[in-house]
């Protein structure tokens, strides 16, 4: 009488959670780097044309960004499980790709613009492949990071509202760093949850994603271009 197979060793039992888990993560990469088309094309058109979204209030600007940049995210959550999702995640990349080439303008028109560009996108790639390593490599349970960051974005939001206002340089630079430090932990919190089965649609993973990446550059560029920037 032959022993029977262990039960963990049969095909199709214990590997199938850890094949779409894995299968979620290839597909929300593979689809962050399309989102970065987009993007690209969105600031070197925004470059183009001098894009401006508001140009008489900055607080005006501020809050017609986040209306369409909210109405994008419901859409996109709505439509998560068709092909209108995708369409509308590459739409939003597109959108925030133009908001970023304002920025750009301003950092390519210092005399090492082109300098503090590759080094905030260095220095973004470097924190994510980071975060992206200890968040698939932990053991720990990094559930509870969610709601303290969250919390933590909502009042960035709001204090950097207010610094339209107050235009305070010094805080202006400590909102920068707060901001990295605040997405480079979400790109923790989103990629552990993909891996451990915490999100299960490679489309919000996308978004999330992408956000973090986002955030984490223009913030890093900022800063960089208010301490490093030369004139020409």
């Known amino acids: 009488?032959?022993?029977?197979?262990?039960?963990?060793?049969?095909?199709?039992?214990?590997?199938?959670?850890?094949?779409?888990?894995?299968?979620?993560?290839?597909?929300?990469?593979?689809?962050?780097?399309?989102?970065?088309?987009?993007?690209?094309?969105?600031?070197?058109?925004?470059?183009?044309?001098?894009?401006?979204?508001?140009?008489?209030?900055?607080?005006?600007?501020?809050?017609?960004?986040?209306?369409?940049?909210?109405?994008?995210?419901?859409?996109?959550?709505r439509a998560r499980n068709s092909s209108l999702g995708v369409a509308l995640l590459l739409g939003f990349t597109f959108f925030m790709g133009l908001m970023l080439s304002r920025m750009l303008g301003v950092i390519l028109g210092l005399g090492n613009g082109a300098q503090l560009v590759?080094?905030?996108?260095?220095?973004?790639?470097?924190?994510?492949?980071?975060?992206?390593?200890?968040?698939?490599?932990?053991?720990?349970?990094?559930?509870?990071?969610?709601?303290?960051?969250?919390?933590?974005?909502?009042?960035?939001?709001?204090?950097m509202f207010a610094n339209i206002f107050l235009q305070i340089p010094a805080l202006m630079i400590a909102l920068s760093v707060l901001a990295i430090a605040i997405f480079s932990a979400f790109m923790l919190f989103d990629v552990n949850r993909i891996v451990t089965g915490g999100e299960t649609n490679y489309v919000m993973a996308t978004l999330a994603l992408y956000l973090d990446l986002y955030n984490v550059f223009v913030n890093l560029l900022a800063l960089l271009g208010m301490t490093s920037g030369s004139r020409d």
Do not use: C
């Open 118 to 159: 590759g080094f905030a996108f260095g220095g973004t790639s470097i924190i994510f492949a980071t975060m992206a390593t200890i968040a698939t490599t932990t053991k720990r349970d990094l559930s509870g990071m969610g709601k303290f960051l969250l919390v933590g974005a909502v009042l960035l939001v709001l204090a």
């Open 1 to 77: 009488m032959q022993p029977e197979t262990p039960l963990m060793a049969q095909p199709g039992t214990a590997t199938a959670p850890a094949l779409a888990r894995n299968r979620v993560l290839r597909n929300t990469y593979m689809l962050l780097g399309l989102s970065m088309i987009p993007t690209v094309f969105g600031a070197w058109l925004g470059l183009q044309l001098k894009f401006t979204l508001f140009a008489g209030h900055p607080a005006m600007g501020m809050i017609l960004f986040l209306a369409i940049a909210f109405g994008f995210m419901y859409g996109i959550q």
